[in-house]
């Protein structure tokens, strides 16, 4: 399963032990636990984080390095995974000095108690992952580890939450540079135009659409090493993510000063 998976997994795992541990160290209460997507995670796994796992997500730009700093900036334990399945857990100096207060609070009471177990699976957390790197072969040790714990098969973690379909796509473009991006990469700021226009692309698609469906989503980037522009969208079928992208593809072509061939999914209304 993808990066997505990982990190709604983990995470879950990592707030469901705090709140065990809480019971006994309400320290654990002010520990921050949350993960870093970039603007590619999955929009069901985001929705899934927010309103499920309850726990906070902070959007970062594409690339291990920036969202590496974002973990360790905004949390006391930061679960990042990009979709591509790099990623680990990051843990701060609040985190080592809970486990350290949980341990004198909690030296004298049973093993079997559910808060010492809390604490004994939180301890051994940092020895089972690669902060530095996010080493893959630590990453599947500790999904294997928490699947056993659970005692859940890859078909019940798969069905925690359904992807949205997605479709991704690029434009050759004279001059990639005249494009730019916020800081996260989810909206455009130059040329002002196209965000506006992929603005009203994805709002006519979550007008028409069902109600029940969470809105659909389309956003570009440039390329860092080649005259393209990267193109994503997803929506609640295939064939609505394919003509997203098809019209987000048409408007980086026309504004952008496009090039070669226009990739198409659907009938582009641009």
């Keep these: 399963l993808d990066g997505d998976k ?13 709140d065990f541990l809480a019971s006994v160290v309400p320290d654990a209460k002010s520990v921050r636990c949350g993960v870093v997507q970039t603007a590619y995670a999955n929009g069901s796994s985001t ?8 726990t906070d997500v902070v959007i970062a730009k594409t690339g291990v390095k920036y969202v590496h700093t974002a973990a360790h900036s905004h949390f006391d334990v930061g679960v ?21 207060r949980a341990e004198t609070l909690l030296i004298s009471t049973c093993r079997f108690n559910r808060a010492t177990i809390a604490w004994q699976r939180l301890r051994l957390l940092p020895r089972l992952v690669n902060q530095a790197v996010g080493d893959a072969l630590s990453d599947l040790f500790l999904v294997d580890a928490i699947l056993h ?14 992807d949205m379909p997605s479709r991704q796509c690029k434009v050759k473009v004279k001059d990639r540079s005249l494009i ?15 965000q506006s226009a992929l603005d009203n692309a994805m709002s006519n698609m979550s007008r028409n659409g069902p109600k029940s469906c969470p809105p659909p989503r ?20 295939q064939r609505d993510a394919d003509l997203l992208a098809s019209e987000a593809a048409a408007l980086v072509y026309k504004i952008c000063d496009g090039t070669g061939a226009l990739p198409t999914f659907g009938k582009s209304k641009i």
Excluded: D, M
Excluded at 150 to 161: D, E, S
Excluded at 226 to 233: D, G, I, K, L, S
């Design 80 to 100: 990042y995974f990009e979709a591509n399945g790099h990623g680990t857990i990051l843990f701060g100096s609040k985190f080592y000095t809970l486990l350290q």
């Design 180 to 194: 730019s991006t916020n800081e996260n990469e989810t909206k455009v700021t130059s040329p002002s135009s196209l």
């Design 47 to 54: 929705s899934y984080l927010k309103e499920t796992v309850k």
């Design 149 to 162: 714990i659970k005692g859940w098969t890859l078909q019940n973690w798969n069905a925690l939450y359904k």
């Design 6 to 18: 990982i990190a709604v997994l983990v995470s879950s795992f990592v707030q469901e032990e705090l």
């Design 218 to 237: 389309t956003f570009i980037r440039p390329s860092g090493t080649e005259n393209v522009v990267r193109v994503y969208a997803e929506a609640c079928s």
